[in-house]
């Protein structure tokens, strides 16, 4: 009969593996809550809360920026979180905002609305497909908009422009946006991704912008700020795809 015999270092390797084997599963919490805070936006709109519906929106997009970076940080960065990830964008970021305004706004103009709507959320659908194949190459810069920002863009307008959904000039205004952001999204245009110094950012200039955002924040309303600050990522980048094209001429010249 054998002896039992008490390893602790084997226990300790053990709760190690176990542990290690345990943590690769909380990025995939962050990025499953975004697709849990897509529903909920579209079930709420169903209901008619559509304030709460677009806030829902902006959790989800705090999810996604949280789910990758967790991961990097823990080194449990995989093909499936990437697909997953994809996968949950579509629905908080391309059906959502694509509902969201059909409810909204966009219902006014029948079948019109139905085919703006539903360009849009086929375009997301086509620019996540893109990035899977392609995102390797787009660490420093994104390829085409990327859907987070171009669906927070779409329910950021509606959340400021509480007042006006209900205008008929306004579905077609809302119809413009979403038809130029289908186009963004699956167009050639470079986007800064703001990771690997995709702009040659200094290290301080981030903990500045930080600062500078909430006070921004403090002083003005939320929606307004938020407004400015994704208008202010498009302009910088078509700014830098510009000043790109002119260095390209003048070297060519």
């Keep these: 009969m054998k002896s039992f015999r008490f390893h602790p270092i084997r226990r300790l390797r053990e709760k190690k593996q176990f542990f290690k084997r345990g943590i690769r599963f909380v990025p995939f919490l962050f990025t499953l809550g975004n697709a849990f ?5 579209i079930a ?3 209901e008619g809360e559509r304030i709460a519906a677009i806030y829902c929106v902006f959790l989800a997009a705090m999810m996604d920026a949280l789910d990758g970076r967790i ?3 823990m080194r449990v960065e995989s093909e499936l979180g990437v697909e997953m990830d994809s996968l949950c964008d579509a629905i908080s970021f391309c059906l959502a905002p694509a509902f969201l305004a059909y409810a909204w706004s966009l ?12 360009l849009f959320l086929i375009a997301g659908i086509v620019r996540l497909a893109r990035f899977n194949l392609l995102h390797d190459q ?4 994104f390829i085409g908009l990327p859907t987070t920002i171009a669906g927070c863009f779409i329910v ?13 000039w306004f579905s ?12 963004l999204m699956i167009s050639s245009i470079r986007f800064p ?3 690997r110094g995709s702009l040659r950012v200094k290290k301080h200039y981030p903990v500045v912008g930080a600062v500078v955002l909430f006070a921004i924040l403090t002083v003005m309303r939320l929606e307004l700020s938020l407004l400015f600050l994704f208008s202010g990522y498009l302009l910088v980048s078509f700014g830098y795809q510009g000043y790109n094209f002119y260095k390209k001429n003048i070297e060519r010249g």
Excluded: D, E
Aim: positive net charge.
């Design 107 to 118: 219902r006014t103009l029948g079948f019109v609305g139905v085919m703006v709507g539903a």
């Design 71 to 73: 991961a990097r940080l």
């Design 193 to 195: 991704a703001f990771k």
């Design 156 to 168: 950021i307008v509606l959340l400021n422009a509480n007042g006006l959904v209900y205008r008929p």
């Design 44 to 46: 709420l709109a169903i």
């Design 138 to 141: 787009q660490s420093v810069f």
């Design 37 to 41: 805070f897509g529903f909920c936006s």
């Design 172 to 183: 077609f205004f809302l119809s413009f946006l979403l038809l130029l952001f289908s186009w």
